[in-house]
């Protein structure tokens, strides 16, 4: 768990700190940051919430360290939203531009 020892050490956290923290011994930090041995998954899931990444991530299965956010086919990101909050604002001639160009481009990439 590599990522582990990353994550902890961008928190200016000792193995000790973290260790009191997910309510574990200093001892099972260093095991779990140097593949000893594996966390069980209530650990797992504590290190992922007090981290805010995924277990994926921690555990080397993803290089996206952030958290995945659900999505359903209505709801929309905070990028999306913020784009669309953006396009609105645009006059209709820019609309159409940002309309035409996106189009080209999905063509292009099916191509």
């Known amino acids: ?9 961008a928190k200016n956290l000792s193995q000790q700190r973290l260790a009191d923290i997910l309510h574990v011994s200093q001892q099972s930090i260093y095991k779990y ?9 209530e650990t797992l899931t ?5 981290f805010d990444t995924s277990i994926d991530y921690l555990v080397g299965n993803s290089n996206v360290s952030r958290k995945i956010e659900e999505l359903f086919p209505n709801d929309l990101n905070l990028d999306e939203s913020k784009l669309i909050e953006n ?5 209709t001639s820019y609309k159409k531009l940002i309309q035409s160009l996106m189009t ?6 099916k191509s």
């Open 1 to 9: 768990m590599e990522n582990l020892k990353t994550l902890r050490k």
């Open 33 to 41: 940051e140097n593949d000893i041995t594996s966390p069980d998954i």
């Open 46 to 50: 504590n290190m992922s919430n007090f």
């Open 87 to 91: 396009y609105r604002q645009l006059p």
């Open 104 to 109: 080209e481009y999905l063509n292009a990439v």
